[in-house]
């Protein structure tokens, strides 16, 4: 198994394990305290939306979304014989209801909490960075946030590794 897959695997785990009440320590000895529960509501690459709510169907608040996108590959300032790989990794998250973008708030918070208690991704990774976060929040026949981390993740292979 590639180490760009492992370091995916470590991150959904690490994600899935946020449930409400668990308390993080994070990289700079502060502890964060979880408002949401993620287990089965964390997938890589999902393609399809949140489920429908018509007809009198209860649908499912949110979820949270995977995708690794880009790994920028650098060798200059490594040691002989490895790569520094830069990955792009975006977690997007769909919510649906009257609040929604107050959740998705708190969503947020507890994503970064959960990169904060584990930046190296139990030794995968050298270092891994939030870059960015966003909130959008539309409206239509329901009201639906989306927001999401975008992460940059630093880690080295052998050469010609993934």
Known sequence: ???????????????????????????????????????????????SKLEDTSLGRTGEPFFVNLRDFDSQKRREGVEVGKHEHSLLIDIDVPVRGGTAEDTVRD????????????????GLARWTSIETDRLTVEEGGQRIAGGGLSLVVSYRTALWRM
């Open 1 to 47: 198994m590639t180490v760009r897959q492992q370091i995916i695997n470590r991150l959904k785990a690490n994600l899935e394990a946020i449930a409400v009440g668990v308390v993080l320590t994070l990289s700079d000895d502060s502890t964060y305290v979880c408002q949401n529960t993620l287990a089965g509501r964390v997938f890589v690459w999902r393609t």
């Open 107 to 122: 969503l947020l918070a507890d994503l970064a909490a959960a990169v904060g208690a584990d930046p190296k991704l139990g």
